[in-house]
């Protein structure tokens, strides 16, 4: 009786053994899968957010102010002297795009940039300023306000400035591009392209 009581009791105690394993390997795979799922997870999450440098394009990257921006590389860039942002010309349309970022006390973009169109109508420097057009649009991985003003300049020339501005952690980062008013409108996508790839860090 006492052989045979020892002998079931290592049955058991080997059956015991047998399953904590196999749960043990179970548990440990499904650890393992989610583990996998979740690493996987995050690295295309990583891939989608870095923005690939289009073709024929360059990045512009200011880690003083937190953000980076792709243009044609066929534009001259000029970095500003107080390093806020950068200028990119073209002689060839005449277009001037510009990427900066400055702080900001205004509570809302459309606050921000009625600013600046006031300081243009009083300017000395045209005969008349106008806002053709606004609305809301993405800087990028931030929402703002897009406006397209026109300006009349002494002498009757006549220039367009679209601006997208997106306020982030009390700084008003923008884009803007200034070019002939006849011209603005077929260079839009210039632009749009640029916005789409504007990123605050």
Not at 31 to 53: H, I, M, P, W
Not at 72 to 100: C, H, M, Q, W, Y
Not at 175 to 186: E, K, R, V
Request: charged letters at 20%.
């Amino acid at each position: 009786m006492f052989s045979k009581g020892k002998s079931n009791t290592a049955v058991v105690a080997i059956i015991v053994t047998i399953l904590v394993i196999v749960f043990g390997l179970i548990f440990l795979g499904g650890g393992c899968y989610f583990v996998s799922r979740f690493l996987s997870a995050r690295d295309e999450q990583t891939a989608t957010n870095e923005t690939k440098t289009k073709a024929g394009w360059a990045t512009y990257n200011n880690d003083e102010w937190g953000f980076s921006v792709q243009h044609p590389e066929s534009f001259t860039k000029e970095v500003s002297a107080n390093n806020d942002g950068a200028t990119f010309t073209s002689t060839s349309p005449d277009i001037t795009l510009r990427a900066f970022a400055v702080l900001s006390t205004d509570n809302t973009t459309d606050q921000y940039l009625s600013g600046i169109l006031s300081l243009a109508r009083e300017s000395i420097l045209y005969t008349s300023v106008t806002e053709i057009s606004s609305q809301s649009a993405n800087l990028g991985n931030i929402t703002g306000s897009k406006k397209v003003w026109k300006y009349v300049k002494r002498g009757g020339k006549s220039e367009a400035e679209v601006r997208l501005a997106a306020i982030n952690n009390g700084k008003m980062y923008n884009l803007s591009m200034t070019c002939d008013y006849s011209i603005y409108p077929a260079y839009m996508s210039l632009f749009e392209d640029m916005a789409a790839t504007f990123k605050v860090n």
